[in-house]
């Protein structure tokens, strides 16, 4: 079954940086787009970014774009998500999630990101 497994998450301060990574099983990872979403302390799902199978065509949220980067290595069957500029407001639990753009689930268990002085 599809299972996917995030890491790279930790606290850092304002206008840090930090490297997701998602690891794909289960699934043919190079036919699959993908995404990462996040879920804020008290808030919902919100999703964050899209990559197409190729990794050539990339979406982002308003709130993340300029400052986060999504890409995809189909050979290591992992999907990355490099977050620069880091502001308080980023912090959440990020999730990768399988399927067409926007695509909530499935999704793995997250990595915490926690952006605070």
């Known amino acids: 079954q599809v299972q996917l497994v995030e890491s790279g998450g930790g606290l850092v301060q304002p206008g840090g940086s930090l490297r997701l990574s998602c690891a794909a099983s289960?699934?043919?990872?190079?036919?699959?787009?993908m995404n990462w979403v996040r879920q804020a302390p008290g808030k919902g799902l919100e999703w964050v970014s899209g990559?197409?199978?190729?990794?050539?065509?990339?979406s982002y949220a308003d709130s993340v774009k300029g400052r986060f980067t999504i890409s995809r290595d189909n050979a290591k069957k992992t999907l990355y998500l490099q977050m620069n500029n880091l502001k308080p407001e980023d912090t959440a639990v990020y999730y990768c999630?399988?399927?067409?753009?926007?695509?909530?689930?499935?999704r793995g268990q997250g990595t915490q990101v926690t952006v605070s002085s």
């Open positions: 289960g699934f043919t990872f190079r036919y699959s787009w």
């Open positions: 990559i197409d199978r190729g990794g050539g065509s990339t």
């Open positions: 999630a399988m399927g067409p753009l926007g695509a909530f689930s499935p």
